[in-house]
């Protein structure tokens, strides 16, 4: 059975960036490609972007350009960095196993990590 | 982007009820629609992948259908555990966007 586990530093200072890890534990990566998502405090749940195995990576434009994620599949672990944060990033940040036979469908989350953007 | 439109946003309901939330695409999706159930404090759990497929371990109340632009999810007969924000995610096109959620309540 695979999990993730996200990690961070709970509270950044606006204008400054914003670092998570996600460890991915259990089965192989192979067939599967990953997703951050995050939950705004209050509002609903979206996307910040995907990356392959490869380090091929797709991001929301939303974020203007302000993220980068990449992938150590030797260490099993995944990274976002978000740069020049403010309060509208604060919220609850997920990394997601995405099943490549599954239309792109989110079939496993990890537990969620809260960051805080306040000085 | 693709907006996703859900209703109703929030609903009340009784135990044993039948409830449907519809999700409406603003193009055509196909069938690139999963649902998700998510409870306070946890992350989203899978319910239904590429519009009808139930994700494994999921009971069978819960049952999607659609396909272009108008989709629905509908939960048989709801238990206390089902009381929850249902969330729909498009992954035709990016960036993938989700409905706002619609909130199902204890009546």
């Known amino acids: 059975q695979m999990q993730l586990q996200e990690s961070g530093p709970g509270l950044v200072r606006p204008s400054e960036t914003l670092s998570l890890t996600c460890i991915i534990s259990g089965d192989s990566l192979r067939g599967y490609y990953w997703n951050w998502v995050r939950q705004p405090a209050g509002k609903g749940l979206e996307w910040i972007g995907r990356?392959?195995?490869?380090?091929?990576?797709k991001n929301n434009p939303s974020l203007q350009g302000r993220v980068t994620m990449s992938i150590d599949t030797s260490q099993r672990q995944l990274s976002l960095q978000v740069t020049s944060v403010t309060a509208a990033d604060t919220g609850i940040y997920y990394c997601?196993?995405?099943?490549?036979?599954?239309?792109?469908?989110?079939?496993?989350w990890g537990q969620g990590t809260a960051v805080t953007v306040s000085s | 982007d693709i907006q996703l439109t859900q209703s109703p946003s929030s609903l009340s309901a009784s135990v044993g009820d039948r409830i449907t939330i519809t999700c409406r695409a603003s193009q055509s999706i196909v069938a690139y629609l999963n649902w998700y159930q998510k409870k306070p404090g946890k992350a989203p759990t899978l319910l239904i992948y590429?519009?009808?497929s139930l994700h494994s371990g999921v009971p069978s109340k819960f049952s999607g259908s659609g396909s272009g632009t108008e989709f629905t999810l509908t939960i048989s007969s709801l238990q206390p555990d089902d009381f929850a924000t249902y969330y729909c995610?498009?992954?035709?096109?990016?960036?993938?966007?989700f409905g706002q959620g619609t909130e199902v309540g204890l009546k």
């Open positions: 590429a519009a009808s």
């Open positions: 997601v196993r995405v099943d490549q036979l599954k239309s792109g469908a989110s079939d496993l």
């Open positions: 990356i392959y195995n490869d380090g091929g990576t």
């Open positions: 995610q498009q992954t035709y096109s990016t960036p993938w966007t």
